[in-house]
């Protein structure tokens, strides 16, 4: 059996009138690209925002273990120093703020309390070549297109030292040039070791770069699927989203 970098055990969330997460489960094998699916409201987003702190500690009920540790994240801070960086659905860098400074925000290079420019820069440098981002440290965000702020997003992970990125929809405004761009640099990140649960509603993305994808369904894990060499069809995961009751729907 490989070996799991993340199990979540039983993950229940309530928010006052809606039970957005009943017991669900999911096991991610370290290195892998792990696909998270489900039709709105499933409770995606919910299960990665109590993975990645957002939702503390104490506000849900089940068990989060990564890499073989149980982990119980007081905030994002917390979760970032394991190594689990979350992308949200909507970007949050600073737009007047240049890539370098987003970057490294609260985070730059400093001896003895003195920030040093030359080694941030220097870095940013290093870490936007990396992502395959054709932009100067000095560019503002504001100057960039939705795609290229996806990749600083990236390089912001990176710069925190990931071990598992969570992309939550990061290609749902994306042109399909920019797509793609994206998804091999995810691939290219897990040819370096490193671990991804992606989002998605696109399912020709999933098909393409995940080896594994999780369905959830009205708050329920309904199956997790491992995808092999010969691919998914999109039927497939659709019949997991809707339910097999309504398979008549979708031939
Ligand atoms: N902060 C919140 N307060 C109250 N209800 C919430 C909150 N966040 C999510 N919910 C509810 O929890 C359920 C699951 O929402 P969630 O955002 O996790 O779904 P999702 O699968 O990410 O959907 P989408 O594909 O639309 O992004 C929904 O009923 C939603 O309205
Ligand atoms: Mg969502």
């Not at 299960?47 to 990645?52: T, Y």
């Amino acid at each position: 059996m490989a070996r799991p970098v993340l199990e979540m055990r039983s993950i229940s969330k309530t928010f006052p009138g809606v039970k957005a997460l009943s017991e669900v489960n999911l096991t991610v094998t370290a290195g892998e690209v792990h696909a998270v699916c489900g039709e709105n409201g499933a409770g995606k987003s919910t299960l990665m925002k109590v993975l990645s702190g957002v939702h503390p500690h104490g506000g849900y009920q089940g068990e989060i273990h990564f890499e073989g540790e149980p982990c119980r994240f007081r905030d994002i801070r917390a979760s970032e120093q394991r190594g689990i960086v979350i992308i949200h659905q909507e970007l949050a860098l600073v737009p007047y703020l240049s890539i370098a400074e987003n970057i490294f925000l609260g985070n730059e290079h400093a001896t003895r309390g003195v920030i040093s420019w030359h080694k941030t820069l220097t870095h940013a440098a290093a870490l936007i070549r990396q992502v395959g981002l054709d932009e100067s440290p000095h560019t503002r965000i504001a100057d960039l297109g939705v795609g290229k702020q996806q990749l600083v997003e990236i390089a912001k992970a990176l710069a925190k030292k990931v071990k598992l990125l969570i992309l939550d929809e990061p290609t749902a405004a994306l042109n399909d040039e920019d797509s793609r761009k994206l998804l091999d640099l995810i691939l290219g990140l897990k040819a370096q070791g490193i671990s991804c649960i992606l989002i998605s509603h696109k399912l020709n993305e999933i098909a393409r770069v995940a080896d594994a994808v999780t369905i959830l369904r009205d708050g329920r894990t309904i199956e997790t699927i491992a995808i092999g060499p010969e691919g998914i069809s999109e039927e497939r995961i659709i019949r997991g989203m809707v339910g097999r009751d309504l398979e008549h729907r979708y031939p």
